[in-house]
């Protein structure tokens, strides 16, 4: 006879659905997705660009699990989520920062602005995007003003005080030398990654093959991308900077920088961004505008970084605009609803 006082059983709100993606299988995926914008980043700028991801990941992950055991708390590093955040912070950083630099970042951005906040799934901010901005604030001068010239060299795997550095294309975007910008790079190099800027970002290519690949698994959805890099697209199309010809001066705008890797793999976090459709098109929508508002009128280069972070803040404003109505209710208990 079955022992019903001593049977344990679990009861669990419907749909019972069991899948095999879990934490691990979609860090997993995106790891994967990541391995040609790092391969390239070797190949163009030494061995330096894989250690730097390694310290980076080492770092991100023993912090989780040192912040975890600290706190007493059960052990999450083994869902790959810290080594995600890890080659994240390193992609968007300089390749010869030193070693010691990025385990400042990986500190902020694993303990400060994930773990004490909860950890996976309670940050309301990218972590890597928040490790970059403090480096940016501590250390501007590694952060903004020293780019590797991948044409000039390997950067060394130790000290880096003879590496050649070059102006990154944003750069002279930036202050409008348009024709400081195509006697250097031409549209094909920065598709390709044929010119210098942050570790992972400068292969708008291979970003576009990984994002197609998360697409494809169904990790990320298409909408947040499409809708961010559509709206910089119009935008840099309808108003060129330095005289430029408008579809020159867009493409120059969509490859550059971090705009790739920020569509793909950061504006995506499952945590920090819109859960409908609709509101990962006001999500892409909202970060496409920052960045180029950020790019023309800031006195930064870059703006995909702080557009981000900006818009990570209104997720639950976005979420809650455009909550779907609940089935069977009709539109007018919806609404008192809402106003309570």
């Known amino acids: 006879m079955t022992d019903y006082k001593n049977l344990k059983l679990i009861a669990t709100s419907s749909p019972h659905i069991r899948a095999a993606e879990n934490t691990r299988s979609i860090m997993l995926d995106v790891i994967i997705a990541m391995m040609p914008a790092l391969i390239w980043a070797i190949v163009k700028f030494g061995f330096r660009a894989l250690t730097l991801t390694a310290v980076s990941v080492v770092g991100c992950m023993f912090f989780e699990w040192g912040y975890r055991k600290l706190m007493k708390k059960p052990q999450s590093v083994n869902d790959l989520s810290a080594a995600v955040t890890g080659i994240l912070l390193a992609f968007v950083c300089p390749v010869n920062m030193p070693y010691w630099m990025i385990l400042v970042g ?13 950890g996976i799934g309670k940050n309301f901010v ?25 044409q000039a060299g390997w950067v060394p795997l130790a000290g880096t005080a003879d590496v050649v ?56 959805s298409w909408q947040t991308p499409a809708a961010y890099i559509a709206t910089v697209a119009v935008l840099t199309f309808l108003f060129p900077k330095g005289g430029a010809d408008n579809l020159q001066f867009m493409l120059y705008s969509i490859f550059g920088g971090g705009l790739m890797l920020g569509a793909f793999f950061m504006a995506t976090d499952y945590t920090t961004s819109p859960v409908t459709k609709t509101g990962q098109l006001i999500f892409g929508l909202g970060c496409g505008l920052l960045t180029v508002f950020i790019r023309y009128f800031g006195s930064y280069p870059e703006g995909v970084c702080y557009s981000i972070m900006i818009m990570n803040l209104v997720v639950a404003l976005i979420d809650k605009a455009v909550k779907p109505s609940r089935f069977g209710v009709v539109k007018s208990a919806n609404k008192e609803a809402a106003a309570k």
Do not use: C
Not at 131 to 147: H, I, N, P
Not at 172 to 181: F, N, R, V, W
């Open 106 to 118: 990986d500190f902020f951005a694993i303990v400060v602005v994930k773990q004490l906040f909860g």
């Open 126 to 150: 990218n972590p890597a995007l928040a490790g970059r901005a403090a480096l940016v604030a501590s250390y501007a001068g590694t952060m903004s003003g020293a780019w590797a010239d991948p």
């Open 165 to 220: 550095t070059a102006a990154t294309p944003l750069a002279y975007m930036k202050t409008g030398d348009m024709a400081g910008l195509t006697s250097q790079y031409s549209v094909t190099d920065m598709f390709l990654g044929n010119i210098g800027g942050s570790l992972g970002e400068i292969s708008a290519l291979l970003l576009i093959v990984g994002g197609a690949y998360l697409i494809w698994r169904k990790v990320i």
